[in-house]
């Protein structure tokens, strides 16, 4: 199995002055989950080289057993480092994808063209595609086989504006990642506020928050198993 992880490489939290970048514990789960099942991982980011880290994510109070193990994996954390650019990637060498969130994903990935061409080509050969948290703002302008938005008519999840609520980012995000995916004709559900919650529909799996990040891959290698 190759599975392909893409992670943003935007930094600023729009006009806060504060930073932002991926959540530690949406990569480093899913991360852990495809290598212990004996995965082979590749990293990309639209620019490349080391993604920014949301330093909120690195805090102790949002470290997990996958966060911690990561920060010991001084293997792991050179790949990071060195993550190959998003155009010099192809569908044809991966298995999966995988897009792990933090706020940063919603300024770079919506009009990334690297990155729409390459779930589309992903969608096209039917080969599984997941987003997890706030990536799922990656798809804003993706499209299925049949032309329509990739989600349309499909059960997704992804940060519900109760949670951007919460963290009092509302007004500073691009737009609200629940009301984005409705509009763009998507089955939208959500669990409870930072509860596990994941959709499967297809090939296609989306979870709600950090802690959907590790059962979001699961999923994920469930459907490459059964392939």
Known sequence: MKILIVLTSHDQLGDTGMKTGFWLEEFAAPYYVFRDAGAT??????????????????????????????????????????TMKLEEVSAEDFDALFYPGGHGTMWDLPDNPASIALIEAFVKAGKPVSAVCHAPAAFANVHGKDGEYLVNGKRVTGFSNTEEEAVELTKVVPFLLEDKLRQMGGIYSKGADWAPYVQVDGSLVTGQNPASSGPAAEELLKLLRSA
């Open 41 to 82: 991982v590749t990293l990309a980011s639209p620019k490349g080289g080391q993604p920014p880290l949301d330093p909120k994510s690195d805090l102790p109070d949002f470290h997990t057993d996958a966060t911690r193990r990561f920060r010991a994996d001084a293997l792991a954390q050179a790949q990071l480092a060195d």
